[in-house]
């Protein structure tokens, strides 16, 4: 198990909100947002164009919360606006 906790950046460009702006923007959206996951973080991509809209710091395999992962981190491009 890892004890160690590492500081999440977020993408340039996205700025970090929480959980609940993160899902209401999400679920205010127009346009079609899916998430897109890699190893160890996910982007929320718009469907169509595949323009990276939004991004969380877990991916489908980690980190984990009882790997000692931090809390999970929340981003999107429009960001603080939601």
């Not at 899916?34 to 991916?59: C, D, L």
């Not at 009882?66 to 809390?71: L, R």
């Amino acid at each position: 198990m890892n004890t160690q906790t590492q500081r999440v950046d977020v993408p340039a460009g996205m700025h970090q909100v929480s959980k609940e702006q993160f899902w209401n923007a999400v679920m205010s959206e127009k346009r079609n947002i899916h998430p897109s996951s890699e190893k160890f973080y996910t982007n929320w991509m718009i469907v169509g164009t595949q323009t990276r809209w939004g991004w969380t710091s877990r991916g489908f395999a980690g980190p984990f919360q009882h790997d000692g992962a931090p809390t999970e981190v929340f981003a999107h491009v429009g960001g603080g606006q939601s």
